[in-house]
């Protein structure tokens, strides 16, 4: 799905002549309209735009589906753009994980999912937290029928004094603001993560022009736990040392002790020892090698045209 959501981007954008790297383009809208089937492991865009998880449902809701426009996200480093991210960008404990899973899978005893398990526990068992400073643009006040709760300021307050950490103060306007203290990791969703299970397109918030931001301070391995337990149920973390914004786009620079590999040492590693680096980025599945500590992430709204119908009851369940 991400190499379909690329293609057609990055086709219309060459044809109308836009410079993809400049992080201020105004993306064109792609004229292709697409439809994706659940045949994967989570299946979640297919969950959102359709609302079912079985295959034969799904192929008939793109036969006789409404034609929905929703957004995406571009990802950039310093210099260039990178890729699109239609669905999710995560860094720190799900980015070092796509890193820590070896990409030859001839190489992979057990299976995929059995390594990344493995693989997630070894990683949460190191605790790694990095160093990080964020420029975020809020977007619109949060709560309501069409947004997500943000927390308040006396409960922002709250947090903090409950974590001892420092919390981000919700500020809302157009300009960027800047969160600085260590963090376990960041993930970045389209739609509201909250959603996911659920099925609910009227409250996923595709079309809105927002990104859906979590992020996991510093904080114990017991609680480090807990928050990627709340993730895995597809919950919206609601905890002291947890941060849930919507925002429109934010840029990221890890504080880093050491400059990070040259181009060409880079070239030479393997993908496992970029685990810990803070250049590691899963955006979609896929591992992303960042060649300096910073990456933007911007979202662009109503950009890709599908096939989707709004709520429907997930025909795997009406037995």
């Known amino acids: 799905m991400s190499e379909c959501v690329n293609g057609l981007l990055l086709n219309v954008m060459t044809k109308a002549g836009k410079d993809i790297n400049d992080p201020d383009v105004t993306l064109e809208q792609s004229p292709v309209r697409f439809g994706a089937l659940p045949l994967g492991s989570n299946d979640t865009f297919a969950r959102w735009i359709s609302g079912a998880r079985d295959a034969v449902t799904s192929a008939l809701q793109i036969i006789l ?50 390594n990344a398990i493995f693989g997630g526990l070894k990683l949460l068992a190191k605790h790694l937290a990095y160093d990080v400073e964020i420029e975020y643009k809020l977007g619109k006040q949060l709560g309501g029928a069409d947004s997500m709760e943000s927390p ?33 990791g960041l993930v970045t969703m389209i739609g509201d993560i909250a959603t996911i299970l659920n099925k609910d397109f009227e409250t996923s918030h595709l079309q809105d022009g927002h ?51 040259s181009v060409e040492e880079a070239a030479s590693m393997d993908q496992r020892e970029f685990v810990g680096t803070g250049l590691a980025l899963n955006v979609d599945g896929e591992l992303v090698v960042l060649e300096k500590p910073y990456f933007h992430v911007k979202a662009h709204k109503q950009c890709l045209k599908v096939f989707g119908r709004r709520v429907e009851p997930d025909a795997t369940k009406q037995k």
């Open 211 to 261: 990104l859906y931001l979590n992020i996991c301070k510093e904080c114990s391995r017991t609680q480090h736990l807990m928050y990627v337990k709340d993730m895995m149920n597809a919950s919206t973390s609601n905890k002291s040392y947890v941060e849930n914004l919507q925002v429109t786009e934010y840029k990221v620079r890890v504080l880093m002790e050491r400059e990070p590999p």
């Open 65 to 114: 589906g409404s034609d929905l426009t929703i957004d995406t996200s571009s990802v950039r480093d310093d210099k260039k753009f990178l890729l699109f991210a239609p669905l999710m960008v995560c860094f720190g404990l799900l980015g070092d994980l796509i890193a820590a899973i070896p990409t030859d899978r001839t190489k992979v005893t057990g299976g995929l999912m059995l």
């Open 152 to 184: 308040s300021q006396d409960s922002a307050k709250e947090n903090d004094e409950a974590s001892g950490d420092a919390s981000i103060e919700i500020d809302f306007g157009t300009e960027f603001q800047t969160f600085r203290g260590k963090v376990k």
